[in-house]
């Protein structure tokens, strides 16, 4: 639609249903996949809504962080061994990048 200025092609898409929003104060988006994330940091986020559906239009640079499968086996054990909550024992597992025998040794030396 060249030579069609801003006013019009907004009026154009309101009358076809289309509505475009900016969202403001996006800090980052994250799309978690199984085995990892796809971090946008800083995004430019279009939200554009025709006939009742939402579309999103995410503009930036990504990140791809890998992410460490801990199995729920694993976590129970190191809480067990350890004597520590769900959370520690997974932290630790995640600080040692799953070694079961690191992360309870990390947890009893203290």
């Given amino acids: 639609m060249m030579g ?31 085995n990892k994330e796809i971090v946008i940091k800083e995004p430019a986020v279009t939200v554009i809504t025709a006939h009742g559906e939402k579309s999103y239009q995410i503009i930036g640079e990504e ?21 520590v909550d ?6 630790a597992l995640e600080e040692t990048k799953g070694d079961i025998a690191e992360a309870i040794i990390k947890l009893t030396e203290d």
């Fill in 4 to 34: 069609m200025n801003p006013r019009q092609m907004k009026k154009l898409m309101r009358q076809m249903g289309i509505k475009m929003e900016e969202l403001e104060g996006v800090s980052e988006v994250v799309i978690r996949l199984e």
């Fill in 86 to 91: 769900r959370e520690t024992a997974r932290k």
């Fill in 63 to 83: 990140e791809i962080r890998e992410m460490l499968r801990i199995p729920e086996e694993d976590i129970q054990l190191v809480m067990e061994q350890a004597g």
